[in-house]
């Protein structure tokens, strides 16, 4: 079973600071790498898939890279929007099923 | 554009039943796979079940297998989960999400579940 460990669990950060996200896998994993983020009451929101496309109407500070075991999200400079969890999510071939990691959240120093 | 709407949650008792529909819409329901994923409150995202573009596969996660059973109809365009001996461990919110082996995956808004007496 494929284990995705986020660091660190909390940022706390200054708007317009960037930020990279850590994302771990257990073992080497495909491109099947994706992440989210979720604000309080709302569903997860993708932002990027399959390592590094970017979502329908995700802006350009977002964006995502990595390979075998190391994924990272870069947000190139923090908007008031994008204090929230983030969440990257593996998409397991066989048994069929995902995988998620712990998140990380990102709040306002 | 994919929509994905989700319907059929509320309160049970511990040891009910309960099912979840999800209404899919803007692209070919019949040729993709499609899973159910769970958030309990102030939690992370848990994977429950997927199932294949046929229906002729299911699969589930360890803490819902033999009480929930993922479904389909495709000539309605529609996912179920029945949700059998409810524990209030199930309390959360559900989700039906189409995460294809490539393109980008679509997620609904998800619908409540609170199992409690």
């Known amino acids: 079973e494929i284990v995705l460990t986020q660091s660190p669990a909390t940022l706390s950060l200054f708007p317009g600071e960037r930020v990279t996200l850590s994302c771990r896998a257990s073992?080497?994993?495909?491109?099947?790498l994706a992440w989210y983020q979720q604000k309080p009451g709302q569903a997860p929101r993708l932002l990027i898939y399959g390592v590094s496309n970017r979502a329908t109407g995700i802006p350009a500070r977002f964006s995502g890279s990595g390979s075998g075991t190391d994924f990272t999200l870069t947000i190139t400079s923090l908007e008031p929007e994008d204090f929230a969890l983030y969440y990257c999510q593996h998409h397991v071939n066989w048994p069929p099923g995902l995988t998620f990691g712990g998140g990380t959240k990102v709040e306002i120093k | 554009q994919v929509q994905l709407v989700e319907s059929g949650g509320g309160v049970v008792q511990p040891g009910g039943s309960l099912r979840l529909s999800c209404e899919a819409s803007g692209f070919t329901f019949s040729s993709h796979g499609l899973h159910w994923v769970r958030q309990a409150p102030g939690k992370g995202l848990e994977w429950v079940a997927f199932?294949?573009?046929?229906?002729?596969?299911?699969y589930y996660a360890d803490s819902v297998k033999g009480r929930f059973t993922i479904s389909r109809d495709n000539s309605k365009n529609t996912l179920y989960l029945q949700m059998n001996s409810l524990r209030t461990e199930d309390t959360a919110i559900y989700y039906c999400?189409?995460?294809?082996?490539?393109?980008?995956?679509?997620w609904g808004q998800g619908t409540l579940v609170i199992v409690s007496s």
């Open positions: 073992q080497s994993i495909t491109s099947y």
């Open positions: 199932i294949r573009y046929d229906g002729s596969k299911n």
């Open positions: 999400a189409k995460v294809p082996d490539s393109g980008e995956p679509h």
